[in-house]
């Protein structure tokens, strides 16, 4: 049974780094079945993918959405079996629900199967 | 980026009708990469389908996906009272994306 537990802290400042973290139980990082991912959810713009990260064969790769790319970090631990997003100048319309997801190879196909409980993050002074 | 539009923006069902929700993409979708999720409030997305057509684990027979290309459709078949709930399309291509979602209401 594979859980994804999220840490960090609920409230930043605009300018500052944004910092979450996703422990992974059931599952191992550094899997060549899955790829770990970063999602946001606000009201103005919906759900959001932000990037992943991902081992195949021992090599990191790291993908990132464009609205967000050159202020967004995603990497792995696997001696602490997590990932992590770290969002840089961060503004109030980054304040967002933040979800961890697990993308699975399921079936031929790769899906979104498991999610963490969500961190909701405010950005405000 | 690929562009999900689903449709309706609300629908407002009685317990036991049929649901069909659509999700239409702005280019082609490979169908092995299209999924749907159900949200409640408070809670994380739930995956109900990936493939365009496989239900996940645990997920009702009454939840069914069809469809390729560009137009994809969510059908419950008969409504659950814990079926009422937002729907989202998701397609995990290079760069993902997903619908604004329809919300499905007790009429």
């Known amino acids: 049974h594979v859980q994804l537990q999220q840490s960090g802290p609920g409230l930043v400042k605009p300018s500052q780094t944004l910092s979450l973290t996703c422990d992974i139980s059931g599952d191992n990082v550094s899997t060549n079945s899955a790829a770990w991912n970063w999602i946001r959810q606000s009201p103005s713009r919906g759900l959001e993918w932000l990037g992943r990260?991902?081992?195949?064969?021992?090599?990191?790769?790291?993908t990132y959405a464009e609205h967000v790319k050159g202020r967004i970090t995603i990497n792995a631990d696997p001696s602490k079996n997590q990932f992590s997003l770290h969002l840089n100048s961060v503004s109030p319309e980054d304040t967002a629900i933040y979800y961890c997801?697990?993308?699975?190879?399921?079936?031929?196909?790769?899906?979104?199967?498991?999610w963490g409980q969500g961190t909701t993050v405010i950005v405000s002074s | 980026e690929i562009v999900l539009t689903q449709s309706p923006g609300t629908l407002s069902l009685s317990p036991g009708e049929r649901g069909t929700l659509s999700c239409r993409a702005s280019q082609n979708v490979l169908n092995k990469y299209l999924a749907w999720f159900q949200q409640q409030p408070g809670q994380a997305p739930r995956l109900l389908i990936f493939g365009a057509s496989s239900r996940a684990t645990g997920i009702p027979d009454r939840f069914s996906g069809s469809g390729s290309g560009t137009d994809f459709t969510l059908t419950i078949s008969r409504l659950e009272p814990e079926d009422f709930a937002v729907y989202y399309c998701h397609q995990y291509g290079s760069s993902p994306t997903f619908g604004q979602g329809t919300r499905v209401e007790i009429k």
């Open positions: 990260t991902y081992s195949r064969s021992t090599t990191w790769y790291t």
């Open positions: 997801a697990r993308v699975f190879a399921l079936a031929g196909t790769w899906a979104m199967d498991v």
